[in-house]
């Protein structure tokens, strides 16, 4: 599958010495972050490093792949609300 990131600039540094694909690609955004497109296959050890990554990283595509991390991401935010 094509993966496409949003990343920070702290995870692009790890990003260009540690490449998630030999096809990875890095390109600047206008407000200081880099998108992020590499060919990879789905796996939980993928899903395990995309949410270890935190507020560093947002899924672009694909969208599944991005509503299954955001699902996380809710029920994990849940666990910490202020009662």
């Known amino acids: 599958?094509?993966?496409q990131l949003r990343v920070s600039h702290t995870l692009c540094q790890r990003l260009q010495e540690n490449p998630l694909s030999l096809d990875?690609?890095?390109?600047?955004c206008e407000d200081g972050w880099w998108q992020v497109t590499a060919s990879l296959h789905l796996s939980q050890g993928?899903?395990?490093?995309?949410l270890s990554q935190g507020e560093h990283l947002e899924v672009l595509?694909?969208?599944?792949?991005?509503?299954?991390?955001?699902?996380t991401a809710k029920r994990m935010a849940a666990l910490y609300a202020v009662t």
């Not at 993928?46 to 995309?50: G, I, R």
């Open 1 to 3: 599958m094509q993966l």
């Open 24 to 28: 990875q690609q890095l390109s600047p």
């Open 46 to 50: 993928l899903d395990l490093w995309l």
């Open 61 to 71: 595509a694909p969208k599944a792949l991005r509503e299954q991390i955001a699902d």
